[in-house]
């Protein structure tokens, strides 16, 4: 039953979501390096994609992309409606920061602040601070209790989980994941995992590079990167969340 309503859900979301990324035949060279080729490729809002592929198949380079860290040489990539390919750098600054939530394989976590501070630390950037909203975001990933903590006395898996937290707080229109669980040990990784299936039921929109076929499988579309080209795109199996 939950399977069906799952189905259900979707396809209800289907007909009135649009894409809130739009990519469009977009090429990046460095040098004499083809990093990316002629890649045309849609997100819709709600959908969680996963992006595959061997090393040095162009899959860094399309996060960089989209994530606002980059620009590609040739083609356009519209994002919530903004054309961040034809950006400068502080716009791009700005898009990053208003609309992409970033969860990185190594945390990224400022050691000398405490899981709480680290949360914080995005809000400041953003607008203003908020401990009330910054402990919430903490309790949304099961860390209320850790508030305190340094990254030094925080699992692998807690570090990942406060990435979570700050990642959200600003509440982002994109998340990105890099390799989130690439850090992680198997229960450590369930737990992240877990994390996103229910960020995904709450409408969260996510794209997601991993290296790991049983982590893209969580995700709606599998889309394969082979030598800076898109290989194939897969609809994955309807997960019962």
Same mark, same amino acid.
């Given at each position: ?62 996060m960089n992309i989209i994530g606002c860290m980059d620009k590609p040489t ?7 409606? @903004?054309?961040?390919?034809? #950006?400068? $750098?502080? &716009?791009?600054? /700005? ?6 939530? %970033?969860?990185? *394989? ?23 601070? @908020?401990?009330?909203?910054? #402990?919430? $975001?903490? &309790?949304?990933? /099961? ?6 903590? %340094?990254?030094? *006395? ?23 994941? @890099? ?10 990784? /369930? ?51």
């Open positions: 039953m939950a399977l069906v309503v799952y189905n259900l859900k979707v396809e209800m979301l289907r007909e009135v979501f649009v894409n809130i990324l739009e990519i469009q035949d977009i090429s990046k060279i460095y040098g004499t390096v083809n990093a990316l080729r002629n890649i045309t490729l849609s997100v819709q809002q709600g959908e969680w994609a996963a992006i595959m592929g061997p090393s040095g198949s162009g899959k860094t380079t399309m040739s083609g356009s990539v519209i994002l919530d409606g @903004d054309d961040i390919s034809r #950006l400068s $750098s502080e &716009e791009l600054t /700005g898009i990053r920061r208003d609309k992409i939530g %970033l969860v990185f *394989q190594q945390f990224h976590l400022v050691p000398y602040l405490t899981a709480l501070e680290n949360v914080m630390v995005a809000q400041y950037y953003h607008s203003i601070i @908020d401990k009330e909203e910054a #402990l919430q $975001s903490l &309790e949304r990933v /099961g860390l209320q209790d850790r508030a305190e903590h %340094l990254p030094r *006395q925080l699992s692998g898996g807690e570090q990942q989980r406060v990435c979570i937290a700050r990642a959200l707080i600003n509440h982002p229109k994109l998340i990105l994941a @890099d390799e989130p669980t690439g850090n992680l040990d198997e229960a450590n990784e /369930g737990i992240v995992m877990d994390l996103f299936r229910q960020l995904h039921c709450g409408g969260s929109t996510i794209v997601m590079v991993t290296h790991d076929p049983g982590v893209a499988a969580h995700a709606e579309r599998t889309v394969v990167l082979e030598h800076g080209r898109l290989a194939r795109i897969t609809s994955n199996p309807a997960k019962d969340f």
